[in-house]
């Protein structure tokens, strides 16, 4: 679908009035430097306009049509010089569908003009105190301009943010596309790391071997901070920090993603960074992975979309059994949460330009949703032991497993899009071996 198809639909379910959609603001780090620039996905998504200082400005005509307006920074060649090339009015015309650009010191001048004939505004408001400011001031000015015809102190506001997950969950056959790419050069990457990491290493020498794969297979950055974390760290849920030095007797939990075209993967893989599991590494692996194929088996259309989690804490409840962590029964167990404490978070989420993508996972009425064909999310437990955590058997102290693939839901069941990197046991030791 193209962008401009996109907007359409928006626009038909959305209705009559003005839809403004500002970029995301650049961030400053210190001095003149910003971070590393990234549009908002849903500007992305609609527009694939990737600069900031930008906003998008659209109305439906009829069911087939619309008007786009982008205001975008114009060219500056003084400025290009310092910062870069800028795509300007006349690329955002050219090259982004607009059907008129303007430059964006424009925007609050020709506002009210667009706004005059509108009663409806599609807006997100409470991300940034100054346009929002901004805009209470073009309603004021509009009241005034109105008053003989006793308007409306303003446009009745809607958040478009609702309307634009439910288009961005289903995923077209291009986003399909991009999300497989993502995904098998993140695996390659993953198996690469299993390979070169090896004792007395720095876990930022892996997250530079498997970052350099992301780039040479044609990906331009990360899906989100790549998470490089060994022995005890495997027991912080993001840890970034990615600087001890890993021993033979570590497990090394790596959870990282290549961005292709702005989609992303979210892979997560756990190995023994010696080459081998000991026996308590490897019964907390076998719980996990149980746990992982279960939650796999339920994503499938029809099914809702929390029947991965239930079935993934059904068999971690299990295996803190087996494990000697918990005692009792599983079923009494399962309904009191008593696994918590070692599997903290959710089995899945929603994947694509976001890593944590836009879409409900509960209806109006706090039901779950369905898992429809198009859906891509991710299916990833994991059992963390922290080393300080006298609840636990000894042996169990500084374990951490996570294991995540991602998956596209078919109109038959799913496919696994990650599938390339090895998660049998087997296999993750003959990885690690390969290397040496
Ligand atoms: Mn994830």
Redo the contacts with the bound molecule.
């Keep these: 679908m193209s962008h401009s198809d996109r907007l359409q639909k928006l626009l038909n379910k959305l209705g009559d009035g003005l839809l403004l959609l500002p970029a995301t603001k650049e961030s400053l780090r210190n001095g003149d430097v910003h971070h590393e620039y990234r549009a908002s996905s849903d500007l992305l998504y609609l527009s694939g306009f990737p600069q900031p200082e930008a906003l998008l400005v659209a109305w439906r005509l009829s069911n087939k049509t619309h008007r786009c307006l982008l205001f975008v920074q114009p060219s500056n060649r003084e400025r290009e010089i310092w910062e870069g090339r800028r795509i300007g009015v006349r690329g955002a015309v050219r090259d982004y569908g607009a059907d008129e650009a303007y430059p964006i010191t424009e925007f609050w001048q020709r506002l009210p003009d667009l706004l005059a004939a509108q009663t409806r505004l599609f807006c997100t408001l409470g991300c940034d105190e100054d346009f929002d400011q901004r805009l209470f001031r073009v309603f004021r000015s509009l009241a005034q301009r109105n008053r003989r015809r006793a308007p409306a102190a303003h446009p009745e506001l809607i958040d478009p943010k609702p309307a634009i997950a439910e288009l961005r969950i289903i995923k077209d056959a291009a986003e399909i596309a991009a999300l497989e790419s993502a995904a098998r050069i993140s695996a390659a990457a993953h198996l690469h790391a299993m390979q070169v990491a090896k004792p007395g290493m720095n876990e930022y020498q892996v997250q530079a071997a498997l970052e350099e794969r992301f780039r040479s297979q044609g990906s331009v950055r990360n899906g989100y901070p790549s998470i490089v974390a060994s022995g005890n760290n495997a027991c912080i849920l993001h840890y970034t920090e990615n600087r001890r030095k890993m021993s033979a007797k570590d497990l090394l939990l790596l959870d990282a993603g290549a961005e292709v075209d702005h989609y992303t993967a ?1 892979i997560t893989r756990t190995w023994p960074v010696g080459g081998q599991f000991s026996p308590a590494q490897r019964a907390v692996y076998r719980v996990v992975l149980a746990a992982q194929k279960a939650a796999l088996r339920m994503v499938q259309p029809g099914k809702p979309c929390n029947a991965p989690h239930r079935s993934a804490q059904r068999v971690i409840t299990k295996g803190l059994v087996e494990l000697g962590v918990l005692k009792g029964k599983p079923q009494a167990l399962m309904a009191s949460h008593a696994y918590k404490p070692w599997f903290m978070h959710g089995t899945s ?1 929603w994947l694509g330009m976001d ?1 944590h993508d836009v879409g409900a996972y509960e209806d109006e009425r706090g039901r779950p949703v369905n898992f429809r064909p198009g859906m891509a999310l ?1 299916i ?1 437990p994991g059992l963390y032991f922290d080393a300080r955590d006298q609840a636990v058997p000894k042996e169990l102290r500084g374990i951490g497993v996570r294991i ?1 693939d991602d998956l596209l839901v078919t109109r038959t069941g799913h496919r696994v899009l990650s599938s390339d990197v090895p998660k049998e046991i087997r296999e993750v030791e003959a990885a690690c071996l390969s290397g040496s």
């Design positions: 979210d989420h890593v991710t990833e995540e």
